[in-house]
């Protein structure tokens, strides 16, 4: 399958990387099919590219790689929703802001990440309690030298 986008132009991806929202994520109901592709070799980020939209794309990371302490119940409503049989076919991603002009602002949504079933590459954005975690947790400590490892 080919897919125009804007930050890549044109990219091939194979069918079965397609990962299907089942429900959009908050502000963009329509866009329902998305790929992952490596921000570059050896970076924490990707990007969470829509199959429908080339200018929608979203800076994710899997939390872990930040807050070690980062966990939350996904409910069975969700797991069914995503038909998840295995704990092993889940994955998390969160979505990255990078202010434009403000780069030692990096912060990660906590408060909605993204739950994937890897197996059936099903999704969705699930919204969590607002008074236990953020919508835009700092992603460093210290972010001076920080643009070059991104």
């Known amino acids: 399958m080919e897919i125009e986008t804007t930050r890549f132009g044109k990219i091939e991806v194979d069918d079965n990387k397609i990962i299907k929202m089942t429900r959009g994520i908050l502000g963009f109901p329509e866009d329902m099919r998305y790929v992952l592709i490596p921000h570059k070799e050896n970076s ?54 990078f202010p434009k002009d ?30 236990k975690y953020p919508v835009n947790r700092p992603l460093f400590e210290e972010t001076d030298d920080l643009e070059d490892g991104l």
């Open 102 to 131: 403000a780069f030692n602002k990096v912060t990660a949504n906590l408060l909605g990440p993204i739950v994937i079933n890897v197996e059936k590459r099903l999704a969705c954005q699930v919204v969590l309690d607002p008074n």
């Open 44 to 97: 924490p980020f990707h990007w969470f590219q829509s199959a429908d939209t080339p200018s929608l794309a979203f800076v994710v990371t899997p939390p872990g790689k930040f807050f070690e302490d980062y966990t939350f119940e996904i409910g069975d409503a969700i797991e069914e929703e995503l038909e998840i049989k295995r704990p092993e076919d889940v994955d998390v991603l969160v979505i990255v802001t």
